[in-house]
């Protein structure tokens, strides 16, 4: 059973400024170096293109090269974070790209995440448990007792528990069905909001977090044997206007009339050739068996071939 992870809210945004990044991937997956910016709205199509599955547009991004068709990642992990253009990763290890336009992100949780704290409340107990993140993370500028930063610190506590939660329940990551876990981390963009970036609290927390984001890439990494793809993307700022703004275009087309002067033919979808060379060789099929069939009937000896013919022929004598 596949599994999906969305943290806090499901985001449909415009997108300015920001960066898509492979923090892990297996030898199977090629990701190509460059300075090629992909648009937000097709980052879907790169994570199903890189398990193998089709897509209803074909994606003309030269990031992502064919890999190894018959061995394909068992799972894709996918982190947002909010409030950042960009992250301090490791120079070498990672492989980034610009990103623009829209980011879609969906998805539900799989039974086994319901432990998992989601209510704020839920969130405090957990980071005040003995085996919380509060014991091993280096906290510096941030404080224990400001909600703010202990909603930044209680994400990367459901980071930790999400790769705990896999390792005692490692059937989920041995199964033959793909699993794609989204998540939304926005701590970061509070924090920046309350001390603002140039803060000793931002860069803290921005340190802080990379290294959390490195630990669970590994982790996840590592459930899934290597066989799968980290991917990170980092969104500086949401601009909500451009969603109603396409929103409203998107419903004129959709009442608009579909009719052209020049009686051009409609586009095809991803489907048709499929369904193209279902009816072409059934076609063929009926035809070769309709010709095969009468050249027999034709070329029939009614008294030797034929058990009707035979046996009237018999009565016929008997008279």
């Known amino acids: ?32 170096n460059g300075n090629w910016p992909i648009p937000g709205e097709r980052i879907p199509d790169v994570a199903a293109l890189s398990m193998g599955f089709s897509v209803k547009e074909d994606l003309s991004w030269p990031g ?5 068709l018959f061995h394909r990642p068992r ?5 947002m974070v909010k409030g950042v253009d960009k992250l301090a990763l490791p120079p070498g290890s990672v492989i980034s790209y610009p990103l623009e336009n829209r980011v879609y992100m969906v998805g539900k949780a799989n039974s086994v995440f319901e432990d998992l704290s989601v209510t704020l409340r839920q969130l405090r107990n957990r980071l005040f448990q003995e085996n919380s993140v509060l014991n091993s993370l280096p906290l510096n500028s941030l404080s224990r007792n400001n909600e703010v930063d202990l909603l930044f610190l209680s994400e990367l506590q459901v980071l930790h528990d999400i790769s705990s939660l896999l ?15 989204s998540l939304e981390l926005a701590g970061l963009d509070e924090i920046g909001k309350r001390y603002g970036e140039d803060s000793e609290q931002f860069r803290d927390a921005s340190k802080i977090l990379v290294d959390a984001l490195q630990k669970f890439a590994d982790d996840m990494y590592n459930l899934y044997g290597g066989n799968a793809v980290v991917e990170l993307v980092t969104v500086k700022s949401f601009d909500t206007s451009l969603v109603r703004k396409t929103r409203t275009i998107l419903e004129t087309k959709q009442t608009k009339s579909t009719a052209s002067p020049y009686n051009l ?10 369904v193209f060379n279902m009816v072409l060789w059934i076609m063929i099929a009926l035809a070769l068996a309709v010709i095969i069939t009468s050249y027999n009937i034709w070329n029939m000896d009614p008294g030797y071939d034929s058990i009707i013919y035979r046996m009237t022929n018999q009565k016929i004598r008997m008279d």
């Open 1 to 32: 059973m596949a599994v999906f992870v969305v943290l806090l809210s499901l985001l449909v945004a415009g997108v300015l400024g920001n960066e898509f990044s492979i923090l892990r991937s297996p030898g199977s997956v090629v990701f190509r």
């Open 64 to 68: 992502l090269a064919v890999g190894n």
């Open 75 to 79: 799972a894709t992990v996918m982190v």
């Open 167 to 181: 390792s005692r329940h490692k059937h989920l990551a041995k199964d033959h069905s793909p699993d794609l876990y």
């Open 265 to 274: 033919a409609y586009k095809y979808n991803f489907e048709y050739p499929v």
